[in-house]
């Protein structure tokens, strides 16, 4: 019997299709995004990691003083090292720019306390790790978890929201950041926020008693 080759995926390992493999280097756009893994080139990727390479994300969006500001990331581990790789586009500028790096770093901070959950090599979400993390000089904590079913509606939504607005018209005197981690899952989304620990109390006063977002509730991403 003829031996044949398998093809492997570069991301996930799986198996590949001769006819499906899609080269690294030439055939994926990676047009907007940075911080690519230079391992990673000449390498093939199966359909499914391809597809998520182009399409889907985590989106972290920071809000604070210098205006609204987010970045889509898209990670993964290298199968053959099994070394992480974050790689991101900015969605929006920030004001000014030279305090992009800064808050790149610490999105991309908050971005790897979440670890991608398979459930099934095409589902899956990112599930929290650690609920603070580190970065220059400055702790900043996961205050707020939430999951929501889509199209539920409820007080913790109206809340969430009400924080959101405000945060986006720079009424708030502590920054904020909302963390989107990606699922699989379409009915539900997952949103978190995180903000400094010496502010913690101050939005702690802003949210209701009582206040809830674990019982199906939706959330509206904005
Ligand atoms: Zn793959």
Not at 37 to 54: F, I, M, R, T, V
Not at 182 to 189: E, G, L, Q, T
């Amino acid at each position: 019997m003829a031996e044949r080759t398998v093809l492997r995926c570069s991301i996930c390992g799986g198996p590949i299709d001769e006819g499906e493999a899609l080269y690294i280097d030439d055939t994926i756009d990676y047009a907007g995004f940075t911080a690519i893994d230079e391992d990673l080139l000449g390498g093939l990727l199966c359909p499914g990691c391809a597809e998520e390479l182009s399409e889907f994300g985590s989106t972290m969006r920071y809000y604070g003083p210098e205006g609204s500001f987010s970045v889509k990331f898209i990670d993964f581990t290298v199968k053959d090292t099994g070394k992480r790789t974050v790689i991101y586009h900015y969605v929006e500028d920030v004001d000014p720019e030279d305090r992009i790096g800064d808050i790149v770093k610490l999105l991309e901070a908050i971005m790897r306390t979440y670890t991608w959950q398979p459930s099934s090599p095409y589902t899956g979400a990112y599930q929290p790790r650690e609920g603070q993390v580190q970065v220059d000089g400055t702790t900043w904590v996961r205050a707020i978890r939430a999951w929501a079913a889509i199209g539920a509606e409820g007080k913790p939504v109206e809340v969430i929201n009400e924080l959101i607005r405000l945060a986006k018209a720079g009424a708030l005197d502590f920054p904020i950041i909302v963390a989107y981690p990606r699922s699989s899952n379409v009915a539900v989304a997952y949103l978190d926020i995180w903000v400094r620990e010496r502010d913690r109390s101050k939005l702690q006063k802003m949210i209701p008693e009582g206040f809830s977002l674990s019982e199906g509730y939706s959330v509206q991403v904005l």
